[in-house]
Nanobody, 127 residues
């Protein structure tokens, strides 16, 4: 699977950005998709995920209520709408894909849940 992320940039605190990920090589309807970020000087961390099973979503506590992950199966795209951005949201954001777990209760919670990564897109939030 190939992943192409776009939409990063510089935004003021409180502003919004929308990241997009174009998916190719495998049908989106069978993939677990997500966004992972790496803040400066820190390790990669889970941001949001969306399951192939019913489009169930999960979010890191730090972004709940501010970020929304969505997918368009017909267009093979996954988006991350980011609102009320904070300086601590500054990071390289990666689109990621993986094989969805068969368990209906599964929720992605970490980078290890994803096996394929695209190139990152930089999001910088100025305070």
């Amino acid at each position: 699977v190939q992943l192409q992320a776009s939409g990063g940039g510089l935004v003021q605190a409180g502003g919004s950005l929308r990241l997009s990920c174009d998916v190719s090589g495998r049908t989106l309807s069978r993939l677990l998709m997500g966004w992972i970020r790496q803040p400066p000087g820190k390790e990669r961390e889970f941001v949001a995920g969306i399951r192939s099973f019913g489009g169930i979503t999960n979010y890191a506590d730090s972004v709940k209520g501010r970020f929304t992950i969505s997918r368009d199966i017909d267009k093979d795209t996954v988006c991350l709408q980011m609102n009320s951005l904070k300086s601590e949201d500054t990071a390289i954001y990666y689109c990621a894909a993986g094989l969805d777990d068969l368990s209906p209760r599964f929720l992605p919670t970490g980078p290890a849940d994803f096996g394929s990564w695209g190139q990152g897109t930089l999001v910088t939030v100025s305070s």
